[in-house]
């Protein structure tokens, strides 16, 4: 039996999968491991990556190659996105990876992420009929997708990551103000593109991935049990932001019971989706626990077998 192991790299956390693929193709995760590493706080603020937050980093890798070795993992690819594409300095954190553990990243663009995404999501998830929007709420950018008839038709990325917007809502005189104005033109640029491509901005079916949009599932939605896709309606998300809105980042943490480096972006996530939501009228929200190392795990064993998809 094949095993594989992906890393994604992103501007919020850094996060490894490994999985086995199976005679029929499909691929069991059988490890998942969850690296709060924000590299996107230095690379949006500073264009820079810091020494103690590429030392963190390093460490990190360290963690996911021994549990690579300890797997005995057969290839191993790992992505980078949008934090370390503006860190002027992402040289040298890939330099020490590769040196110290043998893990080449590839930095990829928006085009890569949501090819990865739309993989991913199609292997969880019956896309085939009708039309989709699949989103992706990272921590430096937002990555949109359109489907029709399960095939990718066309992809945006918008710089509306929730670490990116945490720091404009941080600024002490017009962040919130200048917050909501982006997350309009951002909301009024969708329309646009959303009527362009189809002919109109009603969707089927609205997808979002992304460790924000399955905290929002958590909070808001159903899920019926670990591996399950959970749903969200409108007026509960529209129920939870009017919480997280009463809430200061201690509430969000004792009270929602949400981890330090979820508290944080959790609002800007919510307000962002809420938005994308209204453009498509869409009235749920429909989060199949994927992302893009399970997109990255799929590229890999389809490289090995006609037909992969998740256990």
Do not use: C
């Not at 085939?128 to 990325?157: N, Y």
């Amino acid at each position: 039996m094949t095993t594989l192991a992906a890393i994604d790299v992103g501007s919020n956390a850094m996060r490894l999968a490994i999985g086995e693929v199976l005679d029929n193709g499909r691929v069991n995760v059988v490890e998942t491991v969850r690296d709060p590493v924000r590299l996107g706080q230095d690379a949006f603020s500073q264009g820079r990556l810091s020494p103690p937050i590429i030392e963190r980093a390093v460490e990190g890798f360290r963690t996911f190659h021994g549990l690579i070795k300890s797997y005995q993992v057969e290839q191993t690819a790992a992505i980078a996105t949008s934090a370390m594409r503006e860190a002027g300095n992402s040289g040298d954190l890939l330099s020490r990876i590769r040196g110290e553990t043998g893990i080449h990243v590839e930095v990829i663009g928006g085009a890569e992420e949501a090819r990865l995404m739309h993989l991913a999501v199609s292997r969880k998830l019956d896309i085939d009929k009708g039309e989709a929007m699949l989103v992706d709420i990272g921590g430096g950018s937002v990555e949109l997708v359109l489907t029709s008839e399960g095939r990718l038709i066309d992809s945006r990325s918008y710089r509306l990551g929730t670490v990116r917007m945490l720091q404009v809502l941080s600024d002490g005189g017009l962040g919130p103000e200048r917050f909501e104005q982006l997350v309009r033109e951002v909301a009024r640029e969708v329309r646009e593109w959303v009527t362009d491509v189809l002919g109109h901005n009603l969707i089927g079916l609205f997808v979002g991935t992304g460790g924000n949009v399955e905290t929002i599932g958590d909070l808001a939605g159903r899920r019926p049990g670990k591996k399950a896709t959970s749903f969200a309606q409108a007026g509960d998300i529209e129920q939870m932001r009017a919480v997280l809105e009463e809430l200061d980042y201690e509430g969000r943490r004792y009270k929602l019971r949400l981890r330090d480096d979820r508290a944080d972006v959790i609002y800007p996530a919510t307000v962002v989706v809420q938005a994308l939501m209204n453009v498509v009228w869409a009235p749920t929200l429909v989060i199949p626990r994927v992302g893009l190392r399970e997109g990255l795990l799929a590229d890999m064993a389809m490289r090995r077998a006609p037909v992969a998809a998740y256990a």
